[in-house]
């Protein structure tokens, strides 16, 4: 919840039955004008129980329309629906205003049926009638009308049996003759769920949604003070000490939530740094684990060197000495090769043995 006090913005307090639109007309007048189909983020909770509806007043700055230029504050006050609990939420609504706003500027009357003035929006009225004065009251409202879709096709459909101008024309009638005004209220067509795919839809959206901008624009400087609410619903004071009570109690409910999401926040940081040293320190066994393993190799490396070194000389001593006696055999064999074929030269007196011999004695000194 905001404070909307002294804060330079124009006020719009939207008021009406459970399920009549405030809330869904209030998310979709403070976001940017959609060109999808695409629902609207819920700045404001929209009731999910047409039979109870919202049980406390949301107070907000808004841009109009996602406009960075176009500053305004809006009240989706709390639903009413029934005598039993009307006074509860008149209460509710009194607190937040007393709270946390100065002026109101302009109140919209939201309805979703235009043929009939329902007993609930008649006592609705007549209460704000009460809390702000009549005359204040109705020279500052204006009247919203959410459920009449807006395509050409709907309109069209409608004018059949009877146009949107004519249904605007015979609610202010039923309006004039309930509440003995003197005058029609200004009154526009807003569908808050119209189809931002649609250019008919959404270009009316934004037409008339410009419309009631410029009529809160044009509303008196100072706007209605809420100063004077208590003093003309002084019945209720009983009712507001309760409220103020459930507000401190939820309140302190909060605080204590709170508190306790910061202690989990930090126990969950205490486990995490717990968990970070544990594995550092498993790392570090594992290090020192694996450098005294390989200490320990190359202490049994040393050790085995003295004894390896001497066997290895020897091993080369002993394959040189088997060389070097191969050797003296192949050089005999080749000199007894070359003896026995001189002598069968000399012998049989051929060139051919001669030649023989001189190759035999080669192949043997090259064994």
């Known amino acids: 919840m905001s404070d909307l006090r002294n804060n330079g913005r124009k006020k719009l307090l939207f008021l009406g039955v459970t399920g009549s639109g405030k809330s869904a007309l209030c998310n979709v007048l403070s976001q940017p004008v959609k060109t999808f189909d695409t629902p609207p983020t819920l700045n404001f909770p929209e009731t999910t129980n047409q039979r109870i509806g919202n049980t406390q007043t949301i107070l907000k700055n808004i841009d109009f329309l996602g406009r960075n230029n176009e500053n305004i504050s809006f009240i989706d006050t709390v639903g009413f629906n029934s005598t039993e609990m009307t006074n509860t939420a008149v209460a509710e609504l009194i607190v937040s205003l007393k709270d946390s706003c100065d002026f109101i500027h302009l109140f919209a009357i939201v309805v979703s049926c235009p043929k009939r003035i329902e007993a609930s929006l008649k006592e609705t009225i007549e ?8 005359k204040r009251f109705w020279n500052n409202s204006v009247v919203i009308i959410t459920n009449l879709p807006q395509s050409d096709v ?42 931002g795919s649609k250019s008919d839809e959404r270009d009316r959206f934004e037409n008339t949604a410009n419309s009631l901008w410029r009529l809160l624009m044009n509303s008196t400087h100072t706007g209605v003070s809420v100063r004077n609410v208590e003093s003309v619903t002084g019945r209720l004071e009983g009712l507001q ?14 605080r204590k939530a709170e ?43 040393i050790m085995a060197a003295p004894v390896l070194v001497p066997a290895a ?24 090769a070359a003896s026995v074929a001189a002598a069968a030269a000399a012998s049989e007196g051929g060139t051919a043995a ?12 090259t064994r």
Do not use: W
């Open 313 to 336: 000389v020897t091993a080369a001593q002993a394959a040189a000495a088997t060389a070097a006696s191969a050797a003296s055999a192949a050089a005999a064999s080749a000199t007894t």
């Open 259 to 301: 508190k306790a999401q910061r202690e989990a926040e930090k126990a969950q940081r205490e486990a995490e740094n717990a968990r970070k040293k544990a594995e550092k320190a498993e790392f570090t066994k594992n290090c020192v684990v694996g450098a005294g393993g390989a200490i320990v190799a190359a202490g049994l490396g």
């Open 241 to 254: 000490g309760e409220v103020y009570q459930e507000r401190e109690e939820r309140r302190k409910a909060h």
């Open 154 to 195: 709907e309109i069209s459909r409608r004018s059949m049996r009877n146009s949107d101008e004519q249904l605007i024309k015979d609610f202010n009638t039923r309006l004039v003759e309930t509440f003995n005004l003197e005058r029609f209220i200004p009154t526009c067509i807003i569908d808050a769920h119209y189809r």
């Open 354 to 365: 001669v030649v023989t011999a001189t190759t035999a004695a080669a192949v043997a000194l």
């Open 127 to 134: 209460l704000f009638e009460g809390m702000f004065g009549k």
